[in-house]
C-alpha cells in the first residue's frame, strides 16, 4: 500500500526529514482513503496524510544543509 506523506509543520517537517530506515514514528493528523495505478494499470489503494504533528524516539540528525 502506498501512504503519500505531507508535512507543513516545520517541526514535524524536521522530524520526518531526519528518520532513517527502520525507524519508527507515530503521525497524528487528517488521513484519507485514495487509490492509485500501477504501471500495469491496475487499481490498488493508497492512503494521502496531512500530518499536523510527529512523535519519535530518535533524536532529530540534521540530514541536510541549512538554505541560506
Not at 20 to 41: S, W, Y
Amino acid at each position: 500500500m502506498l501512504v503519500n506523506v505531507v508535512a507543513y509543520a516545520h517541526e514535524a517537517q524536521e522530524i520526518l526529514l531526519g528518520l532513517e530506515d527502520g525507524h519508527m514514528a507515530v503521525l497524528r493528523g487528517i488521513l484519507k482513503p485514495e487509490t492509485c495505478m500501477d504501471g500495469a494499470g491496475a487499481v490498488k489503494p493508497a492512503l494521502d496524510m496531512m500530518v499536523g504533528s510527529v512523535l519519535s524516539v530518535y533524536p532529530v540528525k540534521q540530514t541536510r544543509q541549512p538554505v541560506a
